[in-house]
Nanobody, 114 residues
């Protein structure tokens, strides 16, 4: 299983970024996929989840601003992040459970600063 996240960068408050996560080594279309983030000095937190049927759930802190989606034909997970805030600064990880094991990508850094 491999998960490769990309799309992070530096942005001003109120800006937007779209993260991507390319998956391989498992049947992407049937797996629930997650985006997590870890801010400096804080614990990793679940940001958004999308099921195999594209049901989504979000952390309260990102509801209305972030959108998780998937393209099963491309084995790719996305996180559209709008109206970014300073507190969204973190390393963002895509993750999934496969064969009873948790798998994590290496993460992509999002920095929101003025």
């Amino acid at each position: 299983v491999q998960l490769q996240a990309s799309g992070g960068g530096s942005v001003q408050p109120g800006g937007s970024l779209r993260l991507s996560c390319v998956a391989s080594g498992f049947v992407f279309s049937i797996n629930k996929m997650d985006w997590y983030r870890q801010a400096p000095g804080k614990q990793r937190e679940l940001v958004a989840t999308i099921t195999s049927t594209s049901t989504t759930n979000y952390a309260d802190s990102v509801k209305g601003r972030f959108t998780i989606s998937r393209d099963n034909a491309k084995n790719t997970l996305y996180l559209q992040m709008n109206s970014l805030k300073l507190e969204d600064t973190a390393v963002y990880y895509c993750a999934t459970l496969s064969g009873g094991m948790d798998y994590w990508g290496k993460g992509t850094l999002v920095t929101v600063s003025s």
